[in-house]
């Protein structure tokens, strides 16, 4: 190891592995797990109806978290919008 490698490394700090964050804890995290266990609860036919003004963040930025927790989770859904509420239900593959 040259001089040059050996300053370039020092400028970063090392910790254990123990200590580095495994997954994202997102900021929609809390209301997204909201909303997949209301949806869980749905019976066929029906839908959640959420109020836009009760989302921490704007109805796409929810919207798109949603998507990725529910693919993960192998959770089917379908979502429709007004200017007040976000609607969201399962669908059937």
Do not use: C
């Amino acid at each position: 190891m040259d001089m040059s490698e050996e300053a370039r490394i020092a400028k970063f700090e090392s910790i254990l592995q123990v200590n580095v964050p495994k997954g994202r804890d997102g900021k929609h995290r809390q209301i997204v797990q909201q909303l997949i266990e209301g949806i869980g609860q749905l019976k066929d036919g029906s839908a959640l109806k959420i109020s836009l003004a009760d989302l921490p963040d704007s109805k796409e930025n929810i919207r798109s978290a949603l998507s990725r927790a529910t693919r993960q989770k192998n959770i089917d859904i379908a979502t429709s919008s007004d200017e007040d509420h976000l609607y969201v239900w399962k669908t059937s593959r």
